[in-house]
């Protein structure tokens, strides 16, 4: 009997994300709702009818129809439940609060700058998580929990950073059991290029495609894949990482221990290192780019061997992986259009499958606060997907 009704409750709790997430992609109707399930209309009528009372969804407008009554469309109520979004990057600390349709409601830095250690960081951090939704109003039962975002390698199961190169503060730290003293609630952490990914899927680009690569170019090379709509983490979570795949198998050590990582050669301190040679002067990719679409062949030859450089990694994983779209941010993205161009040319002469269908080259359009609002999506995706 006990058995029966665990059963029943994790089929109750199973098709209710399913619904969750199908309306939060886009406003839909119980009929549409019950097609793609496989349920009978009385049981979504069911679910349906318990989020609106919980006022996660609600009825907004009709579909349109050729026959009989219209349709009632179903969709996500943004701010029935938030989310915390905090970012630690090499330079900064930022925190945000971030509603379901993945709009900023309140952003503030962190300066961890007097922290000698990170154990005095956590108690700075911390008292900014207590204050942020007594200063902008949040119900703490609406909050959802906590999403921390930092650079890779992280331990995402055991929600331990591990060891990113220049970020010794957080080695081996346990941020998820540390905060946790503090708030007993849901904390998931992520690898950033990981938690972008969410984000461009549910929010940016990636709605478009089930099978997508978010790469991160700028002072590294990161990556977060998304196969059949879900976020691909691995084994043990390190996967995805495509910039510490080889392109030289006689090239020079990285910093992760492999030779050759497409990081060393396609990163901006690799490309900056290349320009430096033929003009001392230069200091930010925003300066290759400009003097390349002045008409300076010597920076156009940078910028499009930035290109063969990123290109060689992105067939690769295109070839394995067969990914229908590759979205860049970072760095990389400033006037993206002179790298888009050179990029797709490159991929889509070499990957196997460029006879049946291209793989679209594109630049993200999340910029403004996407590292916060990552850092909640990864919450977010907790709460409305099935994995």
Known sequence: MKNSARNSAYTKSYNRKLITGIIHREPVSRAELARKTGLTRAAVSIIVDELISDGIVVEKGVAEAELGRKPVLLDINPDSCYALGLNISRDKCSLGIVNLKGELKARKEIDLSNAADAGEALKIIAGEIKGMPLETGTAPEKLLGLGISTPGPVDVFNGTIINPPNFDMWKNVNIVGELKKEFP?????????????????????????????????????????????????????????????????????????????????????????????????ISSWNEIVDRAEAGDTRF??????????????????????????????????????????????????????????????????????????????????DFIHLY
């Not at 941010?329 to 291209?358: A, F, Q």
């Open 185 to 281: 609630c849901n904390i998931l952490l992520e690898n950033n290029s990981a938690a972008l990914a969410l984000a461009e899927k549910y929010y940016g680009l990636g709605k478009k495609f089930s099978n997508f690569i978010l790469m991160v170019v700028d002072t590294g090379i990161g990556s977060g894949i998304v196969i059949n709509d879900k976020l691909y983490r691995g084994f043990g979570g390190f996967g995805g990482e495509i910039g510490h795949t080889s392109i030289n198998v006689n090239g020079d050590l990285c910093g992760c221990g492999n030779v050759g990582c497409l990081e060393v050669y396609a990163s901006m301190p690799a490309v900056l290192k290349r320009a430096k040679r033929i003009e001392p002067g």
């Open 300 to 381: 156009l030859e940078i910028v499009e061997e930035e290109a063969r450089y990123l290109s060689a990694g992105i067939v690769n994983a295109v070839n394995i992986l067969e990914i229908e779209a590759v979205v860049l941010t970072g760095d990389i993205c400033y006037k993206h259009g002179i790298i888009i161009d050179s990029l797709s040319r490159h991929v889509n002469e070499r990957t196997m499958t460029r006879k049946v269908h291209r793989v679209g080259l594109y630049a993200s359009e999340i910029s403004k606060n996407a590292d916060v609002i990552a850092a909640a999506t990864i919450v977010i995706d």
